[in-house]
């Protein structure tokens, strides 16, 4: 289950401990959001790394210092660099791909 985010603090210090993470962002009134949120849930439960959830109305700073302009958004890290970032209609299968990739440079650092 992803861990949401309530403050831009806290997003900081997640950022800095986790080596590999990915970020759901959505927003209020957001039908598009609502529909992505299970199957991404779901694809992030079959990996090692953890997946949070922040919702950019709530916590307004992490848009700006994210650069994000639309929601949804998923992001990837691997030690504190975005790898990957697709927004408003993710393609499950390419995000598959990515997370693939950032689980295998994990494994890869251990």
């Known amino acids: 289950m992803m861990k949401d985010i309530g403050s831009f603090q806290e997003w ?49 700073e992490i848009a700006g210092q994210l650069s994000l302009f639309t929601a949804p958004v998923v992001l990837l890290f691997h030690e504190g660099k975005e790898t990957a970032r697709f927004a408003r209609f993710v393609q499950m299968e390419q995000l598959k791909q990515r997370m693939d990739e950032l689980e295998k440079w994990g494994i890869a650092d251990a």
Do not use: M, W
């Open 12 to 60: 900081n210090d997640i950022a800095e401990k986790e080596p590999q993470l990915g970020l759901f962002v959505k927003t209020d009134h957001c039908s598009v959001c609502e529909g992505l949120y299970p199957q991404v849930a779901a694809l992030a439960e079959r990996y090692r790394f953890p997946f949070y959830r922040v919702n950019a109305a709530e916590v307004p």
